[in-house]
């Protein structure tokens, strides 16, 4: 190959990486400052698929910061009029499997008896992530799915809704993920954020139940620059 050749790909190839490294600190800072404001709480994206974008992807700020590390368990225990407690995870084979860097998982409930579960799950595996209705199915309950608005203070984000049927039993499901930018790079650490129900009076009195316990967490949300 000649030496000009040699050269060009050469330079390509360094503004090709300078062009990666632009866009990966533009992403962060369109994030940070041009949607909420950096004194405003915490800005994540937010999707229902983890593997590639859909037109539900959204940006979303966060009373707490949901990013990958320890500080997923200073999600605060009382929420409003939630009251939480630490469930202790004693399923080895959920460590052993998906073996996520953090793992919350905890029961709240409130003063009429109603319950819920929250689970966080963060890491920069692609192990550490499954949908929910695969570990249903194998248990032998029936799954539906669907994509649900979950509206905010202002805007709105989605969720995959699972619900979950095996003999007298009912479970609903919202889940979505949580990435540090538009940029979705795994290595940066991606979270899984999802609440779970049994079935109460009625579908849509559960959801409504779920949501407004998601938005103790999540303030507003706004959608693609």
Same mark, same amino acid.
């Given at each position: 190959?000649?030496?000009?050749?040699?050269?060009?790909?050469?330079?390509?190839?360094?503004?090709?990486?300078?062009?990666?490294?632009?866009?990966? &600190? +533009?992403?962060?800072?369109?994030?940070?400052? @041009?949607?909420?404001? $950096?004194?405003? %709480?915490?800005?994540?994206?937010?999707? =229902?698929?983890?593997?590639?974008?859909?037109?539900?992807?959204?940006?979303?700020?966060?009373?707490?910061?949901?990013?990958?590390?320890?500080?997923?368990?200073?999600?605060?225990?009382?929420?409003?009029?939630?009251?939480?407690?630490?469930?202790?995870?004693?399923?080895?084979?959920?460590?052993? &499997? +998906?073996?996520?860097?953090?793992?919350?998982? @905890?029961?709240?409930? $409130?003063?009429? %008896?109603?319950?819920?579960?929250?689970? =966080?799950?963060?890491?920069?595996?692609?192990?550490?992530?499954?949908?929910?209705?695969?570990?249903?199915?194998?248990?032998?309950?029936?799954?539906?799915?669907?994509?649900?608005?979950?509206?905010?203070?202002?805007?709105?984000?989605?969720?995959?809704?699972?619900?979950?049927?095996?003999?007298?039993?009912?479970?609903?499901?919202?889940?979505?993920?949580?990435?540090?930018?538009?940029?979705?790079?795994?290595?940066?650490?991606?979270?899984?954020?999802?609440?779970?129900?049994?079935?109460?009076?009625?579908?849509?009195?559960?959801?409504?139940?779920?949501?407004?316990?998601?938005?103790?967490?999540?303030?507003?949300?706004?959608?693609?620059?």
């Amino acid at each position: 190959m000649p030496s000009d050749s040699k050269r060009s790909l050469i330079l390509v190839a360094m503004l090709a990486l300078a062009l990666v490294g632009m866009f990966s &600190l +533009l992403g962060r800072d369109v994030l940070e400052s @041009r949607v909420f404001g $950096r004194d405003r %709480g915490y800005t994540f994206v937010t999707d =229902i698929d983890r593997w590639r974008k859909t037109r539900r992807e959204r940006v979303v700020r966060a009373r707490y910061d949901l990013s990958l590390g320890p500080q997923l368990h200073d999600v605060p225990l009382k929420l409003g009029a939630w009251v939480g407690e630490d469930v202790p995870q004693d399923n080895i084979e959920v460590q052993i &499997l +998906l073996e996520p860097e953090e793992y919350v998982y @905890r029961r709240y409930r $409130r003063a009429d %008896g109603k319950v819920l579960w929250l689970s =966080i799950i963060g890491s920069r595996q692609s192990k550490s992530f499954h949908p929910p209705q695969i570990c249903y199915d194998a248990a032998g309950w029936a799954t539906e799915i669907a994509s649900e608005e979950i509206p905010l203070d202002s805007g709105a984000i989605y969720a995959l809704k699972v619900r979950a049927d095996k003999d007298a039993w009912t479970h609903l499901v919202l889940y979505f993920y949580l990435f540090p930018d538009y940029l979705r790079d795994q290595s940066q650490g991606i979270v899984l954020f999802k609440v779970t129900a049994p079935l109460g009076t009625s579908e849509e009195e559960t959801l409504e139940m779920e949501k407004a316990f998601l938005r103790q967490i999540f303030l507003e949300a706004d959608a693609h620059l």
